[in-house]
């Protein structure tokens, strides 16, 4: 099946577009070819809970005048916990709701700034404290090594959890491809997707039945659709009196879908259900790559592009009637300045511009530089969707495009698009990675 897939993509799209999922074994992309600087190649994820790697404590005692709890861990290691911490999160039925792991103290009766008045270890290795009221919690070794709180812990912790690490690319990316009907009915399958799809930022789909409504079949997979103003799902056609630029034959410029949402969609479906005749084909660039390109080659650029907040418009009527408008950074960072969104659409950038007079042209001309940046061949893939074909796209990082196309009356271009969310999204893989690995909470 796989090697018939091939055949197929090297007759629509570029010999180096797209590569099979399968092929790569576990962890995925470690055997991915080089481009440029890059290399496709995700880091495993950090050990967690169960299958061998649980610790025994050594020992616990209490740090009274630092107000720490210390514990050393049977491999020399140690681990410091605030006192203040561990009450708020013991995880008694008193104090958290089990059957929801939900927190079930109110913070109004915390005391934070409580002593302890006894730790011990049980025989059954677990910690146990006993608080200046006599109440008394304990503490499994594995929930406390997971929430250690050391650097190298909580960097470990947050990539298990989200994930953020990500592989840049340029024109050289292969396409993480896989089966439709795979990823509908294989949690393997599935938690490959969804790990491509957050570490590379786009996977194709093959196979998909030619007719609509497989977007939401597919989005059920995951949990549920975003609803936008375009309503569930929406037709990518050439219309008369259109409601969007692209539901016309022309070119449609880099760009990423609904920066005039402060919260845009974070997630793209399009399944493609019949292409042109001529022309058509999609492009996609990495925003993530082109800002920290952009950070490196015109530093004021970046600067300007990821502080000043620019105006964005959408309106008309589709699932409803609409006046849409927003205020978003073209490049937003996060406090460490690490890029997590782009926010550009240059058909929907509002005439308005709320800067002062004397940032106007020093805007443009960063913008100017971001979007030739971004244009440069060599960070652009291109590739040709044919009736089946099913691609997922992250949009807040990726920028998309597709040029013009001749349009017949007998033979109209259609994509049948959907949008989902980042939570829904990764709520999925957690569940997927659970299943598949026995990963512990």
Not at 202 to 224: D, F, H, M, N
Not at 227 to 242: C, R, S
Not at 385 to 414: A, C, I, K, Q
């Amino acid at each position: 099946m796989l090697s018939g897939l091939r055949r197929c993509l090297s007759a629509s799209t570029s010999r180096r577009a797209l590569w099979s999922l399968k092929s790569l074994g576990t962890p995925p992309f470690v055997s991915a070819p080089r481009f440029g600087h890059q290399t496709l190649a995700t880091a495993p994820l950090p050990a967690v809970g169960g299958g061998g790697t649980s610790l025994a404590v050594r020992r616990a005692r209490a740090l009274a005048h630092e107000r720490l709890l210390q514990v050393e861990w049977e491999d020399g290691s140690s681990s410091l916990y605030p006192f203040t911490w561990l009450r708020d999160n013991c995880q008694c039925p008193l104090c958290t709701l089990q059957s929801a792991r939900a927190r079930s103290l109110l913070l109004s009766d915390l005391d934070v700034h409580t002593g302890v008045d006894h730790v011990q270890l049980t025989e059954n290795n677990k910690v146990s404290i006993t608080w200046p009221d006599q109440h008394s919690s304990e503490y499994e070794p594995d929930w406390l090594k997971r929430r250690c709180f050391s650097p190298e812990a909580r960097r470990a912790r947050q990539e298990e959890l989200f994930l953020n690490e990500r592989t840049f690319w340029d024109s050289g990316l292969r396409i993480p491809t896989a089966s439709f009907e795979e990823v509908l009915h294989d949690d393997k399958a599935a938690l490959a997707w969804l790990q491509a799809l957050r570490r590379v930022g786009i996977v194709y789909l093959k196979g998909a039945p030619v007719e609509q409504g497989q977007v939401a079949k597919l989005s059920k997979r995951i949990g549920y659709l975003r609803l936008t103003f375009y309503g569930h799902t929406w037709q990518v056609q050439d219309k008369p009196m259109a409601n969007n630029v692209a539901y016309t034959s022309g070119k449609l410029s880099l760009h990423t879908d609904y920066p005039a949402l402060h919260h845009p969609p974070g997630v793209q479906f399009l399944h493609c259900l019949q292409q042109a005749c001529e022309g058509g084909e999609s492009e996609v660039v990495d925003g993530f790559h082109m800002a920290e390109q952009l950070r490196r080659e015109d530093p004021e650029a970046f600067s300007i592009l990821s502080s000043l907040r620019v105006d964005f418009t959408d309106t008309g009527a589709d699932y409803c009637d609409f006046c849409v408008q927003s205020k978003n950074r073209i490049i937003d960072v996060d406090s460490e300045g690490k890029v997590v969104r782009i926010n550009y659409n240059n058909a929907t950038r509002d005439s308005v511009l709320d800067l002062p007079v004397h940032k106007v042209q020093p805007f443009y001309t960063s913008l100017k530089s971001f979007v030739e940046l971004m244009n440069r061949p060599e960070n652009v893939v291109t590739y040709r969707m044919e009736p089946g074909d099913l691609v997922t796209f992250d949009n807040w990082r990726l920028l998309h495009g597709r040029r013009s196309y001749v349009s017949h009356p007998d033979y109209l271009r259609h994509l049948e698009g959907a949008y989902l969310d980042w939570d829904e999204v990764m709520s999925r893989l957690r569940i997927l990675r659970k299943a598949v690995h026995g990963d512990a909470p």
